[in-house]
């Protein structure tokens, strides 16, 4: 295993922390299931690649950019949230998706199904970043940053206000916090997270395909969410880097990884729902046999 | 002329929204859960179905042992996953049969089961005439699909209505608590309504492998996406509202395909009529509060 192998993973891992931590956002503070996270994630990478391409902007602008034409968008497409709940938005949500797939596919100006291709590699202080550590470290960077502000929301009034919204959304209105500011805000920064992680992602490959960030990536980032622990900042990022690490682990029977990762997540959700680090797992509850969070579990409840 | 076409080129596509849907819309009204890996369920029913009619070549006879495979595996399904995650947070049901989804997709795609290539179903229309009226035709594989779907929709409908289990299964998708209080076998209920609902997405299976001649391992992701949307827009767990939302969704696509020609492709379209009709119906056409 090369050096340079290794590290790609190890990228990877630091982007995936972050995208999950973004959906955490959604899903664990605010209760709000997603099942349309890569759409979001796509929308920052097309961002990113047209800037490069077409306008041969430098990385911090296209970066900048994608975070906060992805967070506008994410207020945008957040307001389905308003009007709709539960099962039905998750529904929403994926449709979206679909939706935000087939408009790259089929608008050339986004390069079709052929995708954009020659991205740039970053260049900062007049470094090239081009793979290796330093891309690494600046997605590690990245994902300490998105970990600084998920702590950051889930110890202020705000992270008090997703999780009364989480709870019962009429019991919210009743004490004054309006669900529908937080929860637009919750979709507006989730997504913003996962545009930053998009920009990131799309000059790391130095290409863009629209199946990328197909409704299967979605999938895939709300997976690790789920399998980690939602609701916690320490579920997420176990959850990536698990999720991430196993199918490069198992190559060995790497022809069926896909169905391993399906297996786990049945298996997870019939012994460990609250996933593998969550509040009341086992795990967790032997770690920390005195945790009083264990008292308040947060249960996504969806009525 | 065209219109009478795309009409009844329309009813024959909601035929196949329908049989899918059917079954979704039957186990969200039960469970509560969105059964996403019922998209496995239609994929392995046109695997089966093929497989029986290479060795014996009768239509009928493959469509039969496709439809009771699938309800058998629909049932499994059930027994093995949310017989237990019934009493838990929605989400977690949820999570399993995404779960599940990936895992039977990337199964099927295994060389030892249907592998990654297309096989043909040539059973044609099964010997059914072709039907040529002044204002539209309908080939007979088309006829083949509105028959087979009227029929089984008519015996669900008889066995929904007419028979003591079936009241018990509209009981319980009332309210699946109480129909337990007045003891309704619930077990049996659930295991009625997976057979029924996945030998329906069998049959789809089966009928569209048929009607496109192609039967592969990923055939049924955009059907059952398809079939959500459906649900959506009948309200969940309603039957007669997917009946309605299945012919609706087939006329307004094959229509706006027809009028304003592949802007998007045709399933982009039925995400946005879903995401639009949700911001002014969030429950659905039919749904209620």
Same mark, same amino acid.
């Given at each position: 295993?090369?050096?340079?192998?290794?590290?790609?993973?190890?990228?990877?891992?630091?982007?995936?922390?972050?995208?999950?931590?973004?959906?955490?956002?959604?899903?664990?503070?605010?209760?709000?299931?997603?099942?349309?996270?890569?759409?979001?994630?796509?929308?920052?990478?097309?961002?990113?690649?047209?800037?490069?391409?077409?306008?041969?902007?430098?990385?911090?602008?296209?970066?900048?950019?994608?975070?906060?034409?992805?967070?506008?968008?994410?207020?945008?497409?957040?307001?389905?949230?308003?009007?709709?709940?539960?099962?039905?938005?998750?529904?929403?949500?994926?449709?979206?998706?679909?939706?935000?797939?087939?408009?790259?596919?089929?608008?050339?100006?986004?390069?079709?199904?052929?995708?954009?291709?020659?991205?740039?590699?970053?260049?900062?202080?007049?470094?090239?970043?081009? @793979?290796?550590?330093?891309?690494? !470290?600046?997605?590690? %960077?990245?994902?300490? &940053? +998105?970990?600084? #502000?998920?702590?950051? $929301? *889930?110890?202020?009034?705000?992270?008090?206000?997703?999780?009364?919204?989480?709870?019962?959304?009429?019991?919210?209105?009743?004490?004054?916090?309006?669900?529908?500011?937080?929860?637009?805000?919750?979709?507006?920064?989730?997504?913003?997270?996962?545009?930053?992680?998009?920009?990131?992602?799309?000059?790391?490959?130095?290409?863009?395909?629209?199946?990328?960030?197909?409704?299967?990536?979605?999938?895939?980032?709300?997976?690790?969410?789920?399998?980690?622990?939602? @609701?916690?900042?320490?579920?997420? !990022?176990?959850?990536? %880097?698990?999720?991430? &690490? +196993?199918?490069? #682990?198992?190559?060995? $029977? *790497?022809?069926?990884?896909?169905?391993?990762?399906?297996?786990?997540?049945?298996?997870?959700?019939?012994?460990?729902?609250?996933?593998?680090?969550?509040?009341?797992?086992?795990?967790?509850?032997?770690?920390?046999?005195?945790?009083?969070?264990?008292?308040?579990?947060?249960?996504?409840?969806?009525? | 002329?065209?219109?009478?076409?795309?009409?009844?080129?329309?009813?024959?596509?909601?035929?196949?929204?329908?049989?899918?849907?059917?079954?979704?819309?039957?186990?969200?009204?039960?469970?509560?859960?969105?059964?996403?890996?019922?998209?496995?369920?239609?994929?392995?029913?046109?695997?089966?179905?093929?497989?029986?009619?290479?060795?014996?070549?009768?239509?009928?006879?493959?469509?039969?042992?496709?439809?009771?495979?699938?309800?058998?595996?629909?049932?499994?399904?059930?027994?093995?996953?949310?017989?237990?995650?019934?009493?838990?947070?929605?989400?977690?049901?949820?999570?399993?049969?995404?779960?599940?989804?990936?895992?039977?997709?990337?199964?099927?795609?295994?060389?030892?089961?249907?592998?990654?290539?297309?096989?043909?179903?040539?059973?044609?229309?099964?010997?059914?005439?072709?039907?040529?009226?002044?204002?539209?035709?309908?080939?007979?594989?088309?006829?083949?699909?509105?028959?087979?779907?009227?029929?089984?929709?008519?015996?669900?409908?008889?066995?929904?209505?007419?028979?003591?289990?079936?009241?018990?299964?509209?009981?319980?998708?009332?309210?699946?608590?109480?129909?337990?209080?007045?003891?309704?076998?619930?077990?049996?209920?659930?295991?009625?309504?997976?057979?029924?609902?996945?030998?329906?997405?069998?049959?789809?299976?089966?009928?569209?492998?048929?009607?496109?001649?192609?039967?592969?391992?990923?055939?049924?992701?955009?059907?059952?996406?398809?079939?959500?949307?459906?649900?959506?827009?009948?309200?969940?767990?309603?039957?007669?509202?997917?009946?309605?939302?299945?012919?609706?969704?087939?006329?307004?696509?094959?229509?706006?395909?027809?009028?304003?020609?592949?802007?998007?492709?045709?399933?982009?379209?039925?995400?946005?009529?879903?995401?639009?009709?949700?911001?002014?119906?969030?429950?659905?056409?039919?749904?209620?509060?």
């Amino acid at each position: 295993m090369s050096t340079g192998y290794l590290l790609t993973i190890f990228t990877f891992i630091a982007i995936y922390i972050s995208l999950a931590l973004s959906l955490n956002i959604l899903v664990g503070f605010a209760g709000q299931i997603s099942l349309g996270q890569a759409a979001f994630f796509g929308i920052g990478a097309y961002t990113s690649a047209v800037l490069a391409i077409r306008y041969s902007l430098p990385f911090t602008i296209d970066f900048i950019s994608a975070i906060l034409i992805t967070g506008f968008v994410g207020l945008f497409l957040g307001l389905p949230s308003l009007r709709v709940r539960h099962d039905f938005l998750v529904l929403a949500t994926m449709g979206i998706n679909f939706v935000v797939i087939s408009v790259f596919k089929y608008v050339d100006f986004f390069g079709g199904a052929m995708g954009l291709v020659n991205i740039p590699a970053p260049v900062l202080f007049g470094i090239s970043f081009r @793979g290796g550590v330093p891309y690494f !470290i600046l997605s590690s %960077i990245y994902a300490l &940053l +998105t970990l600084g #502000l998920c702590w950051y $929301i *889930s110890k202020t009034w705000s992270g008090l206000a997703f999780q009364t919204i989480r709870s019962d959304e009429d019991a919210a209105a009743s004490v004054g916090v309006s669900s529908a500011r937080y929860k637009i805000y919750a979709f507006g920064i989730s997504a913003a997270i996962a545009g930053g992680a998009g920009s990131l992602y799309a000059h790391f490959i130095g290409s863009v395909f629209p199946d990328t960030f197909a409704f299967v990536e979605s999938i895939a980032i709300l997976s690790m969410v789920i399998f980690g622990g939602v @609701g916690t900042l320490r579920g997420p !990022i176990i959850g990536a %880097i698990i999720l991430r &690490l +196993t199918p490069e #682990l198992l190559r060995f $029977i *790497s022809d069926y990884r896909f169905t391993l990762y399906g297996a786990l997540l049945v298996l997870m959700m019939l012994f460990q729902p609250m996933g593998i680090l969550g509040n009341g797992s086992w795990l967790w509850q032997k770690l920390h046999p005195n945790n009083r969070d264990v008292a308040n579990t947060p249960q996504m409840e969806v009525k | 002329m065209d219109f009478a076409q795309n009409l009844s080129n329309a009813i024959i596509l909601g035929c196949t929204y329908l049989l899918m849907a059917a079954g979704l819309t039957m186990v969200y009204g039960v469970l509560k859960v969105l059964h996403i890996a019922h998209a496995s369920v239609y994929t392995i029913g046109a695997f089966v179905g093929v497989l029986v009619y290479s060795w014996v070549g009768n239509f009928w006879l493959s469509l039969l042992i496709a439809m009771i495979f699938s309800g058998v595996f629909g049932i499994l399904i059930y027994r093995f996953s949310y017989y237990y995650l019934l009493d838990v947070p929605r989400t977690v049901p949820l999570i399993a049969s995404i779960g599940l989804f990936v895992m039977l997709t990337d199964l099927l795609q295994k060389p030892f089961l249907m592998g990654p290539y297309q096989r043909a179903f040539p059973a044609g229309g099964a010997g059914l005439p072709r039907i040529d009226t002044p204002w539209f035709s309908i080939t007979s594989k088309q006829l083949l699909i509105f028959s087979v779907t009227i029929v089984l929709m008519v015996l669900v409908y008889l066995l929904l209505t007419r028979t003591r289990i079936g009241l018990g299964w509209q009981a319980a998708s009332l309210d699946r608590e109480m129909a337990a209080a007045v003891g309704i076998n619930l077990n049996r209920i659930i295991a009625l309504n997976f057979f029924i609902g996945s030998a329906l997405a069998g049959a789809a299976g089966v009928l569209v492998g048929i009607y496109n001649n192609s039967v592969f391992a990923t055939m049924g992701d955009l059907p059952s996406y398809k079939a959500f949307i459906i649900i959506v827009l009948g309200g969940m767990g309603s039957l007669p509202g997917a009946i309605l939302a299945s012919l609706l969704l087939a006329i307004v696509e094959n229509f706006l395909v027809a009028s304003i020609g592949y802007v998007l492709p045709r399933d982009s379209i039925a995400f946005l009529v879903l995401i639009l009709m949700l911001m002014f119906r969030p429950h659905g056409l039919l749904g209620q509060e």
